[in-house]
T-cell receptor, first 116, second 108 residues
């Protein structure tokens, strides 16, 4: 595996379900990101982890819960979502210089989520 | 916060034509990236270009940081160039801000 991978690629869930999205990066980076892309909107940054610590939480509702067990893996746990949460969820990684400066970002293929 | 505007929002080209996409940003930035999002949603890195000019095949990009804009040139366009082109600026402290994109369609 190379680059950034995401599973599953497609997910349909009901509003009462609990599911998790997984992201894995094989680039040796130390920062990982979750983005949300709704139809006809720019990408919105949700969470940032640098050196496995959450450094950014962009006013995301608590029904989205991130987890970063190590620098290669990132999860997004989902529970009691709303239909408006249907979107493409993208994971990215980059190399952080330790002082908040991030170099080039690389993206995974995304998980297309539909909430019924 | 920093505002990122891209133009034009939509572009239709005949195969073989050239085009220029523009990205304006409202404040100084540490770096800038151009991406192509294919029809399946994958964001493909085109250029990492905080300043200066870079070329990669039929694509080239120029960023003039002091004037707060970047240009992406596509020459001899092909149908596989279709998709959405995003610029993203890095404003510091882990924040990449994406523009609204230019949707390109290349007709055979």
């Amino acid at each position: 595996e190379t680059g950034v991978t995401q599973t599953p690629r497609h997910l349909v869930m009901g509003m009462t379900n609990k599911k998790s999205l997984k992201c894995e990066q094989h680039l040796g980076h130390n920062a990982m990101y979750w983005y949300k892309q709704s139809a006809k909107k720019p990408l919105e940054l949700m969470f940032v982890y640098s050196l496995e610590e959450r450094v950014e939480n962009n006013s995301v509702p608590s029904r989205f819960s991130p987890e970063c067990p190590n620098s290669s893996h990132l999860f997004l746990h989902l529970h009691t979502l709303q239909p408006e949460d249907s979107a493409l969820y993208l994971c990215a990684s980059s190399q952080d210089d330790g002082g908040g400066f991030s170099n080039e970002q690389f993206f995974g293929p995304g998980t297309r989520l539909t909430v019924l | 916060g920093i505002q990122v505007e891209q133009s034009p929002p939509d572009l239709i080209l005949q195969e073989g034509a050239n085009s220029t996409l523009r990205c304006n940003f409202s404040d100084s930035v540490n770096n800038l990236q151009w991406f192509h999002q294919n029809p399946w949603g994958q964001l493909i890195n085109l250029f990492y270009i905080p300043s200066g000019t870079k070329q990669n095949g039929r694509l080239s990009a120029t960023t003039v940081a002091t004037e707060r804009y970047s240009l992406l040139y596509i020459s001899s366009s092909q149908t596989t160039d279709s998709g959405v082109y995003f610029c993203a600026v890095y404003s510091g402290t882990y924040k990449y801000i994406f523009g609204t994109g230019t949707r390109l369609k290349v007709l055979a």
